[in-house]
């Protein structure tokens, strides 16, 4: 099993910056593929971010490419994303989670997931 815990949301103004972090704890000899995902009110979760092992392969949803930025330090077995440029578009509750399998922009692969936090951008 692996728990993921997610920080750093909050509110902030279009144009602002967020860090978030994800703490995994439990099997993390393993070597995960991480991603980031979003969900905002009414709409479906998303892919934003994924991030290989060894931070070698990295993916961005096409609407926070060039703003958002997913790094790993697997010394700490955390994994950040960095947002920036932040619009009131990208008001969602974030989530981390982790894939032992496959690295993929799709939900199901990924077998754990966090609580999520909520990141807040208003206008």
């Known amino acids: 099993q692996v728990q993921l815990v997610e920080s750093g949301g909050g509110l902030v103004q279009a144009g602002g910056s967020l860090r978030l972090s994800c703490a995994a704890s439990?099997?993390?000899?393993?070597?995960?593929?991480m991603g980031w995902f979003r969900q905002a009110p009414g709409k479906e979760r998303e892919f934003v971010a994924a991030i290989s092992w060894s931070g070698g392969r990295i993916d961005y949803a096409d609407s926070v490419k060039g703003r958002f930025t997913i790094s790993r330090d697997n010394a700490k077995n955390t994994v950040y994303l960095q947002m920036n440029s932040l619009k009131p578009e990208d008001t969602a509750v974030y989530y981390c989670?982790?894939?032992?399998?496959?690295?993929?922009?799709?939900?199901?692969?990924?077998?754990?997931w966090g609580q999520g936090t909520q990141v807040t951008v208003s206008s």
């Open positions: 439990g099997r993390t000899s393993s070597r995960f593929v």
């Open positions: 989670a982790a894939s032992l399998t496959s690295y993929s922009r799709t939900l199901n692969a990924y077998e754990y």
